[in-house]
């Protein structure tokens, strides 16, 4: 997702573009840039290993395995999500919704309970 759809997004939810600013330099001192290599090199923002325990309801900085796997079947068959709609429900990281994204989805919604 691009920055300025986060934040028009925030915007939204009442944030403060400072809040934003907070959240993300918070995001990026606890996370790690991870390569995936099987699903097409995407790259990850996931906790650090070392800081797992301080933010044990993270759940978006996790790679699900369930995740993982439905985007990897979505990076294999690309023409099957090209052009079309997305929602992915119970998304965690959204790592799935990204595949659909990369795959060609022409609109991809990520939903997941907070």
Same mark, same amino acid.
């Given at each position: 997702?691009?920055?300025?759809?986060?934040?028009?997004?925030?915007?939204?939810?009442?944030?403060?573009?400072?809040?934003?600013?907070?959240?993300?330099?918070?995001?990026?001192?606890?996370?790690?840039?991870?390569?995936?290599?099987?699903?097409?090199?995407?790259?990850?923002?996931?906790?650090?290993? !070392?800081?797992?325990? *301080? =933010?044990?309801?993270?759940?978006?900085?996790? @790679?699900?395995? %369930? +995740?993982? $796997?439905? /985007?990897?079947?979505?990076? !294999?068959?690309?023409? *099957? =999500?090209?052009?079309?709609?997305?929602?992915? @429900?119970?998304? %965690? +990281?959204? $790592?799935? /919704?990204?595949?659909?994204?990369?795959?060609?989805?022409?609109?991809?919604?990520?939903?997941?309970?907070?």
């Amino acid at each position: 997702m691009r920055a300025a759809t986060v934040t028009a997004a925030a915007r939204r939810c009442s944030y403060t573009e400072t809040r934003v600013a907070r959240a993300r330099s918070e995001v990026l001192k606890y996370t790690t840039e991870v390569a995936i290599d099987d699903l097409a090199g995407m790259r990850l923002r996931l906790l650090s290993n !070392s800081i797992t325990a *301080r =933010f044990a309801e993270a759940w978006w900085a996790l @790679l699900w395995p %369930g +995740g993982h $796997v439905l /985007a990897r079947h979505v990076l !294999s068959h690309p023409q *099957r =999500f090209r052009g079309r709609r997305v929602v992915d @429900l119970g998304s %965690g +990281g959204g $790592v799935g /919704a990204v595949a659909a994204a990369l795959a060609g989805a022409t609109r991809v919604v990520a939903n997941d309970v907070c």
